[in-house]
Structures are given as C-alpha cells and as structure tokens.
C-alpha cells in the first residue's frame, strides 16, 4: 500500500480534521497497550524503531549495530515482527526455505547477516533467541511493541520525511505521538538532511545522532553506466538519489508500492523497459528477495550501507550493554 498524499502535508485540510477523533482513539489506545509490563531478557536488548508507519531506515540501522556488536565478539541475534510473511513464529529464519512470502524482506536480508527470529509475539522471539545462544538481540522495529522490555531504544527517523504531517494514524503517519515515542528513546537517529525539520519536534534533552546512506562497494561498477532503477520500499527517492551520488546515469525510474510482491508480469515489463533503455536493471537488496527466482540474474543488487557523523556517539551508547552481555557457561 502507498501512504496517503495528505500525510505528507502540512497537517491541515480537511480529511486530517475528519480523521482526527479516529486518531485520537489510535493513540489512546496504543498508549494502554505500551502501559502493560514486558520480559526482561537476560541479555542486553537493543530496538531500532520508529515513530512512523513505513520505512524509516531501521533495517539499515539495525544490521549496522548487530555488526558494531558482533565487532566487540557478542553473539547478535536479531528479532523482527516479519512484516509481510504468514508465519508469526517463534520461527529461525532460514534463506535456502524460507521466501519473503513466509518470513517478509526484512527478515530475509537480516538473516543473510546473523541469526535472525521472526514472532509476532517478540517476547517468546527473544526467548528462542536466548535458548539458541544469543548474547545480544537486536531488535528491527518493535518501539510500539510492549512484550520485551528494551534496554536501549533508538528513534530511526528519514531526515527527507521527518514525522509527516506529525498527526497519528489515520490522520498522519505517526503510530503514536512524537513525544511518546521520544520519551522511550534513549537517542534518535537522523538518516539524511532534516528536510523536514524533525528535529524541531523532538525534546531538548534527546540526543540526535547523525548518520547518511552510502552505497555498496559495487556502486563504484555503475559510475558512468546507465541503469534502470526500480523498487518497492517506503521512500524511493533515497534510493535513486544514492545512484546518482554514486555516479550512476539514472536512464529511468520506476517507484513500487512498500514490499510491493514482483510476479512474472512485472518483472518482464521492467526488464524489456531496461532493454529498451539500454540501461542496466538495478534494485534494492529488500527488493532482490521478492523477485521471483527465475529473474534475479538479470538484476543488479546495489546495497546500502549506514555512515555515521559520529561513530564514537554511537559506540558510546553501546558500551554499558556490551559489559553487560552474559558470558557462556
């Protein structure tokens, strides 16, 4: 599905206004449900969540933590909702059986890094994570989700959208108020220029950590090449923008629906419009894993990787929960 044009806006107008009490129920609601108690896990928890519906860059942020983990020799696991797929777990992912269909992209792309869960109940997620031997667990979205207490949570923001319209669901994008999410953070991350002004909105005394997208090692092979660009996440023009900053000749776009499923159909019109072009078919690595198989090996992956302004920021958030990581028996 596409987010509506209005939660892009201003706020004002009047489907916002006629949507406002509907919304006021959303947050009311989502603010009993954050009330209730969660398991605390004996291993240290790190979320990478948002205040939006949509993408905001928390699977880029997320894989980038398990590896500054991993670096320090912690045994990451991570943990996601599997937004898209029919299991609902507690369920290992696994790239040789499992398809985004069963497990969503998110847990696919994250797997192909570390040992990664899916479970609608994160709670009984962690716990299988723990019995597998996680030290750690990393946890792609869930800042809305009670069942696991977190010991670091980190607002992901997309500097180009900011909060939208800063209304709450139906109204606007926000699962629930700015200053709810904020007050459960522990620091936000701005990915990209604050477009937006997002920042505006955010308390004084959260830290904003800074951070850019950069693209892959096998950008470089694209300088000068012409490439026909196509995905399906929440904010495509980072993606294109990345091409272009990576010297890449944008021959022609084309902007899907959030984890929109490639078939056969759509993937034969977008490589004869590639050919027609003459231009190189490119896409995302969450959109790689929902084109159909026979397709792939005429599509180029260009990965995205995360940049910080300051890494020692980052790490420095990191280091009381690395001392505190059990060591094995």
């Given at each position: 599905m596409r987010a509506p044009?209005?939660?892009?806006?201003?706020?004002?107008?009047?489907?916002?206004?006629?949507?406002?009490?509907?919304?006021?129920i959303y947050a009311c609601t989502t603010a009993r449900r954050m009330a209730r108690p969660g398991w605390q896990a004996p291993v240290p928890v790190i979320c990478c969540g948002n205040a939006t519906?949509?993408?905001?860059?928390?699977?880029?942020?997320?894989l980038d933590i398990g590896q500054r983990l991993a670096n320090r020799g912690v045994a990451v696991h991570f943990l996601t909702r599997g937004y898209g797929g029919r299991l609902k777990g507690p369920v290992r992912v696994d790239p040789s059986v499992h398809d985004s269909q069963a497990v969503g992209d998110e847990a696919l792309l994250l797997a192909n890094e570390r040992p990664t869960w899916v479970s609608a109940d994160r709670a009984a997620g962690a716990?299988?994570?723990?019995?597998?031997?996680?030290?750690?667990?990393?946890?792609?979205?869930?800042?809305?989700?009670?069942?696991?207490?977190?010991?670091?949570?980190?607002?992901v923001i997309d500097g180009s959208f900011g909060f939208g319209?800063?209304?709450?669901?139906?109204?606007?994008?926000l699962r629930e108020p700015v200053a709810k999410a904020a007050a459960r953070s522990r620091a936000a991350v701005m990915i990209g220029e604050d477009e937006a002004g997002a920042a505006a909105l955010l308390p004084p005394r959260l830290p904003v950590l800074r951070a850019m997208l950069?693209?892959?090692?096998?950008?470089?092979?694209?300088?000068?090449q012409p490439v026909y660009a196509f995905c399906g996440i929440a904010n495509p023009k980072k993606f294109f923008s990345t091409l272009q900053e990576a010297g890449a000749v944008l021959a022609g776009k084309m902007a899907f629906a959030d984890h929109y499923p490639f078939d056969e159909g759509d993937m034969r019109d977008l490589l004869a419009e590639a050919d027609t072009l003459r231009a190189m078919p490119v896409t995302t690595r969450k959109d790689y894993v929902r084109i159909p198989p026979a397709f792939r090996s005429r599509v180029?992956?260009?990965t995205i990787r995360l940049e910080w302004s300051d890494t020692?920021?980052?790490?420095?958030?990191?280091?009381?929960?690395?001392?505190?990581?059990p060591v094995p028996a």
């Open positions: 044009e209005f939660w892009g806006g201003n706020g004002k107008g009047l489907l916002p206004l006629l949507l406002s009490p509907i919304a006021a519906a949509g993408g905001a860059g928390k699977t880029t942020v997320t716990r299988a994570a723990v019995a597998a031997g996680a030290q750690a667990i990393v946890m792609d979205d869930g800042l809305q989700n009670p069942t696991l207490e977190k010991d670091l949570s980190l607002l319209n800063n209304r709450v669901i139906p109204a606007g994008p950069r693209p892959g090692p096998e950008a470089e092979l694209l300088a000068g180029t992956v260009v020692v920021a980052i790490e420095a958030l990191l280091d009381p929960l690395a001392q505190r990581v």
